[in-house]
């Protein structure tokens, strides 16, 4: 066998493969004997015709085209070792010639991109310093509080920021009643944010079974096409005015939230306290790490195939699926809620699918750039923590887990290290 390779745009090439000699006149053989299994000649069992009578039936051609099965794989195989190509999308199969001597293969190959590097060591990144104040850790008791806070229903008075309105609602644009907004003995929060921007602030200062209009602007980005931009009115109707009563912070509160070893205000302050110390060095870890991907990324070039795109946001929909059906959804019951069509789905996952892809290559050439290895060592270590964080026996999370993608994943998590540890000096 004998090849060729041209590499074109996008990461997109073409193979052409020939075989020839000994090799194809094999394939011809057994795709002849193949072929002839099904010739039936009057007077002969299926299978028991004798060969000149059987070569007569079957044309010259077809023998060709069914030996192209026996050829092609192994042939496309060689090319790509031979090239030592690094293939990331199924190839697409093209003949450009055959006879009895010789048959060419063209196949269409995608392969993994060449990423020209940028400045990726030494990057003018500091990482932040992870600070709880005072007035964190007060939140954190008001938070407490809330918690155990009691509704009350308010005789009088009026909706005040932080109450609970418990409303009836219809919207009309142009006079008539648009599909979707309507609700009866709604709990609205006061502040939550959770209708159209200045909704929630017109129903501050009402009381209860007092209606009124509230004029407001759907978002230009809304999901409904129809409404998106559009100036509303939603008659609204106040049922029921609740208010929230905190309760006392003391040790008998502290002791209600139920937390071992923590029985009193102070011994909660000092938990909350380091509870927010670890989000927060989670927090500047992450903003840190995200500056730095933005940067190697930003400063290094990358022409991405399509297909690689696609198949993270394939992936990114699945994840997406999954995550829904955990907490009780089905993917089309998130189309109806949100108004989106797939295909809205997928264009906005595509942008971060593209961003995925992109970090993935920069950090493996970073890792070929530093000829990071990963030992049997590293693999054993990393399988080990695994199988302690899932509290799973070492050799089911070996079974479930292969070596080469663990050693993929430390690579690429070291090439990252080697870039955040050369930062901001």
Same mark, same amino acid.
């Given at each position: 066998?004998?090849?060729?390779?041209?590499?074109?745009?996008?990461?997109?090439?073409?193979?052409?493969?020939?075989?020839?000699?000994?090799?194809?006149?094999?394939?011809?053989?057994?795709? =002849?004997?193949?072929?002839?299994?099904?010739?039936?000649?009057?007077?002969?069992?299926?299978?028991?015709?004798?060969?000149?009578?059987?070569?007569?039936?079957?044309?010259?051609?077809?023998?060709?085209?069914?030996?192209?099965?026996?050829?092609?794989?192994?042939?496309?195989?060689?090319?790509?070792?031979?090239?030592?190509?690094?293939?990331?999308?199924?190839?697409?199969?093209?003949?450009?010639?055959?006879?009895?001597?010789?048959?060419?293969?063209?196949?269409?190959?995608?392969?993994?991109?060449?990423?020209?590097?940028?400045?990726?060591?030494?990057?003018?990144?500091?990482?932040?310093?992870?600070?709880?104040?005072?007035?964190?850790?007060?939140?954190?008791?008001?938070?407490?509080?809330?918690? =155990?806070?009691?509704?009350?229903?308010?005789?009088?008075?009026?909706?005040?920021?932080?109450?609970?309105? *418990?409303?009836?609602?219809?919207?009309?644009?142009?006079?008539?009643?648009?599909?979707?907004?309507?609700?009866?003995?709604?709990?609205?929060?006061?502040?939550?944010?959770?209708?159209?921007?200045?909704?929630?602030?017109?129903?501050?200062?009402?009381?209860?079974?007092?209606?009124?209009?509230?004029?407001?602007?759907?978002?230009?980005?809304?999901?409904?096409?129809?409404?998106?931009?559009?100036?509303?009115?939603?008659?609204?109707?106040?049922?029921? @005015?609740?208010?929230?009563?905190?309760?006392?912070?003391?040790?008998?509160?502290?002791?209600?939230?139920?937390?071992?070893?923590?029985?009193?205000?102070?011994?909660?302050?000092?938990?909350?306290?380091?509870?927010?110390?670890?989000?927060?060095?989670?927090?500047?870890?992450?903003?840190?790490?995200?500056?730095?991907?933005?940067?190697?990324?930003?400063?290094?070039? *990358?022409? @991405?195939?399509?297909?690689?795109?696609?198949?993270?946001?394939?992936?990114?929909?699945?994840?997406?699926?999954?995550?829904?059906?955990?907490?009780?959804?089905?993917?089309?019951?998130?189309?109806?809620?949100?108004?989106?069509?797939?295909?809205?789905?997928?264009?906005?996952?595509?942008?971060?699918?593209?961003?995925?892809?992109?970090?993935?290559?920069?950090?493996?050439?970073?890792?070929?750039?530093?000829?990071?290895?990963?030992?049997?060592?590293?693999?054993?270590?990393?399988?080990?923590?695994?199988?302690?964080?899932?509290?799973?026996?070492?050799?089911? *999370?070996?079974?479930?887990?292969?070596?080469?993608?663990?050693?993929?994943?430390?690579?690429?998590?070291?090439?990252?290290?080697?870039?955040?540890?050369?930062?901001?000096?």
């Amino acid at each position: 066998m004998s090849s060729t390779w041209e590499l074109k745009e996008k990461s997109t090439g073409e193979l052409i493969t020939s075989v020839e000699g000994d090799a194809w006149k094999a394939a011809q053989d057994k795709a =002849f004997k193949k072929l002839a299994k099904n010739v039936s000649v009057k007077g002969f069992r299926k299978g028991h015709v004798p060969e000149a009578l059987v070569k007569k039936q079957i044309p010259t051609q077809q023998v060709l085209m069914e030996a192209i099965d026996e050829v092609a794989s192994d042939a496309l195989t060689a090319g790509i070792k031979e090239h030592d190509l690094w293939v990331v999308a199924r190839p697409e199969l093209g003949l450009e010639s055959i006879d009895e001597n010789k048959v060419t293969f063209k196949f269409t190959v995608t392969v993994k991109p060449e990423v020209k590097l940028g400045s990726y060591k030494g990057l003018d990144i500091k990482k932040a310093e992870a600070t709880v104040s005072e007035a964190d850790v007060e939140a954190e008791l008001t938070r407490l509080q809330e918690r =155990f806070a009691e509704m009350t229903v308010k005789e009088d008075g009026c909706v005040e920021n932080g109450d609970t309105a *418990v409303i009836d609602f219809e919207g009309f644009k142009d006079g008539v009643a648009f599909e979707g907004g309507k609700g009866e003995s709604y709990p609205l929060v006061i502040g939550s944010g959770s209708f159209i921007p200045g909704f929630e602030e017109q129903l501050v200062g009402m009381k209860s079974e007092e209606t009124k209009d509230i004029n407001v602007t759907f978002p230009e980005e809304y999901q409904a096409a129809e409404l998106a931009g559009q100036a509303v009115v939603f008659t609204v109707t106040v049922h029921e @005015i609740k208010s929230k009563v905190l309760p006392e912070l003391n040790d008998e509160l502290v002791k209600q939230a139920d937390i071992k070893e923590v029985e009193t205000v102070d011994a909660y302050k000092e938990y909350a306290r380091k509870n927010l110390q670890s989000a927060k060095e989670r927090e500047v870890e992450q903003a840190f790490e995200s500056e730095i991907l933005t940067a190697i990324t930003e400063a290094s070039e *990358v022409e @991405i195939p399509d297909v690689m795109i696609e198949d993270e946001t394939n992936n990114m929909i699945r994840e997406f699926e999954q995550r829904l059906q955990s907490q009780g959804f089905g993917f089309e019951q998130f189309k109806q809620i949100t108004g989106q069509t797939e295909e809205m789905i997928r264009e906005e996952m595509r942008k971060d699918a593209f961003n995925k892809v992109k970090v993935r290559l920069v950090l493996e050439a970073i890792a070929a750039e530093e000829k990071i290895e990963i030992s049997e060592s590293d693999i054993d270590a990393e399988l080990e923590t695994v199988a302690n964080t899932y509290n799973m026996p070492l050799e089911q *999370v070996k079974q479930l887990i292969s070596n080469d993608a663990v050693a993929y994943d430390l690579r690429v998590r070291k090439a990252l290290e080697t870039v955040k540890e050369s930062a901001g000096k």
